[in-house]
């Protein structure tokens, strides 16, 4: 589907929902909104949805504005508050009932939950995190930085790599193949999206205490994009009486694109059937 927003930024939407008359108890229905990260879209998430319909689970993935099938330039904003104003606007327009909605993210959609949740945006009775964005482990170079402060000022819109190492996305063959043949997938950002990036991070870590419904954080231990060990210390600071740390060795950034992903994915459904039922 899609959904139009307030600035006329059209959003893509996947919705994927378990048959109602299979259901044991239709008062279980259990919903996911699950949020990408940098540069993906919903679409790279696609293999999941066997696994949460067929564990009762609505699944809805949002391609954010300036990925994926979405419109709005391409991994560009002036502020994460864009990402946040979009992600409620899709918690309004699809009437979603806050008790029985957690919200999931990766890496970069890890940081735009926080700040939703943090900002009181939207309301889900728990949260899931993988390698989220809470830390950078990626060099950027002093000369680089330098440039940017100055270009972010006179040409908002210019273009740099990423820097992200596929390598690092997934040590899985097919995952890797099917990521270097997606038409989709944007590996530049704007000099406006990442110091807009780096305010959000630092907001996410000022207001840790705005947090205070369950947390599960997922981390690789071979992760050499976002830091875990961040992750881990701002997680002992929230005021959610609610927090797990799942970290997996020798996992690589992309928690969900790796050869084990199905055990990943029925772990975490078991983490949030198992630790807040009366949620649902």
């Not at 193949?177 to 990036?197: E, H």
């Not at 205490?209 to 997680?235: F, K, N």
């Not at 950034?253 to 198992?274: A, F, I, M, P, Y």
Request: aromatic share 8%; charged share 25%.
């Amino acid at each position: 589907m899609k959904i139009e927003v307030d600035d006329g930024t059209v959003l893509f939407v996947r919705d994927y929902r378990p048959n109602v008359q299979t259901l044991s108890n239709s008062d279980r229905f259990r919903t996911m909104v699950w949020i990408h990260g940098l540069g993906e879209h919903g679409g790279r998430y696609l293999h999941l949805t066997d696994v949460f319909v067929g564990r009762d689970w609505r699944l809805i993935l949002i391609d954010l504005r300036g990925h994926g099938r979405s419109t709005g330039l391409r991994t560009h904003v002036r502020s994460f508050d864009e990402y946040v104003t979009d992600l409620a606007q899709v918690w309004d327009q699809l009437n979603l009932n806050s008790e029985r909605v957690v919200l999931g993210a990766h890496s970069m959609g890890g940081l735009i939950a926080l700040r939703a949740v943090q900002t009181d945006r939207i309301r889900p009775s728990a949260i899931v995190l993988s390698s989220v964005l809470l830390g950078v482990k990626l060099r950027i170079s002093p000369f680089k930085r330098i440039l940017g402060r100055l270009l972010v000022k006179l040409v908002p819109t210019v273009r740099f790599r990423n820097g992200l190492d596929p390598c690092n996305m997934t040590r899985d063959a097919e995952f890797s193949r099917q990521r270097r043949a997606d038409p989709l997938i944007v590996r530049t950002v704007t000099a406006s999206w990442f110091f807009s990036m780096e305010t959000a991070i630092a907001q996410a870590r000022r207001d840790v205490h705005q947090i205070s419904i369950p947390i599960l954080a997922l981390r690789g231990g071979a992760d050499v994009t976002t830091d875990g060990d961040v992750v881990a210390h701002w997680l002992m600071q929230t005021a959610s009486e609610v927090t797990d740390l799942i970290s997996l060795p020798d996992h690589v950034h992309g928690l969900l694109h790796e050869s084990d992903w199905k055990d990943t994915t029925n772990r975490v459904l078991t983490w949030l059937e198992s630790t807040a039922p009366s949620l649902f």
